[in-house]
Structures are given as structure tokens and as C-alpha cells.
């Protein structure tokens, strides 16, 4: 059994519009990997809101998605044939994903402040106590 990835992204962003636009950034550079991503947000105005930036946080392009159940925003490819494609949970709750078994692969964003790092910080050592296979993603901004 191949064991279940989680990847930390970690960064300088003190303000939540720019950790927003670093959401969708990551959200579309493992989209354009040929995964969807199931995006979990805290709650109904975190999720209204990405589910906005999603259609327009770049001028030339978008990454097609819709709500699903509450909080939850599911991205979307076009030839929904293709078998190799994945389904790569992204965490934005301050919640560890109760889903977590059915992905073998997890996002988890630093946060942008004290309360979202430390949501963060738990859930790191969570996975680590689970025999997750922990990568840091150091993003340079």
C-alpha cells in the first residue's frame, strides 16, 4: 500500500487576500497536474468567496469548479475520462479533514495568522502520529 502524502505549504503572508490568490495559484499548478481538488473551507463565506477567485483570480484564465456540499468547492476537468486522474484534498478548515482516509494525497496551507498557523501546526502533528508521508513546500514569494 502506498502511503498517503501530505504536503505543507509554507510561506511569508501576513493578509488574507494575498494567502487567497496563493490558494488558487495552488490549487491551479495540481489541477494543471491533471488532479481535481476537493477544497475545504472553514465555513460558507471563506467558501462564497474562493469559489469567486476561482472564476477570476487571473485575467486569462480560470479553473472550472462548483460547490459542492457545504463548504466544499470541487474543481472540475473537462474529459472527466481520463484514468489517472486524482482527487487531492485541500485543507482550509481549522478542522483536521474527517475525510482524510479516502485521499492519498493532502494539501494543508500554513495560514496567514496566528490562529490559522496554529490550526496548521496541529494538524502537522497529527499526520505525523498517522505515518503520513510529510513533505514542506517552501513557496518564495
Known amino acids: 500500500m502506498m502511503p498517503k502524502k501530505v504536503g505543507f ?3 511569508e503572508i501576513s493578509d488574507y487576500q494575498s494567502y487567497q490568490k496563493l490558494v488558487c495559484s495552488v490549487i491551479e499548478e495540481t489541477y494543471n497536474k491533471n488532479s481535481n481538488v476537493l477544497l475545504l473551507c472553514e465555513d460558507e463565506e471563506s467558501c462564497e468567496s474562493f469559489n469567486q477567485l476561482l472564476w477570476t483570480f487571473k485575467d486569462i484564465a480560470f479553473i472550472p469548479h462548483e460547490r459542492t456540499k457545504k463548504n466544499r468547492i470541487i474543481t472540475q476537468r473537462v ?21 482524510f482516509e479516502t485521499h492519498s494525497q493532502i494539501i494543508e496551507m500554513s495560514g496567514y495568522d496566528e490562529n490559522s498557523r496554529q490550526k496548521a501546526r496541529r494538524n502537522f502533528k497529527k499526520y505525523r ?3 503520513f508521508e ?8
Open 134 to 141: 510529510i513533505n514542506s513546500v517552501q513557496i518564495k514569494l
Open 9 to 11: 505549504y509554507i510561506y
Open 129 to 131: 502520529t498517522m505515518d
Open 79 to 99: 474529459d472527466l475520462a481520463t484514468t489517472d486522474q486524482s482527487l487531492v484534498l485541500m485543507n482550509l478548515s481549522y478542522s483536521f479533514p474527517e475525510s
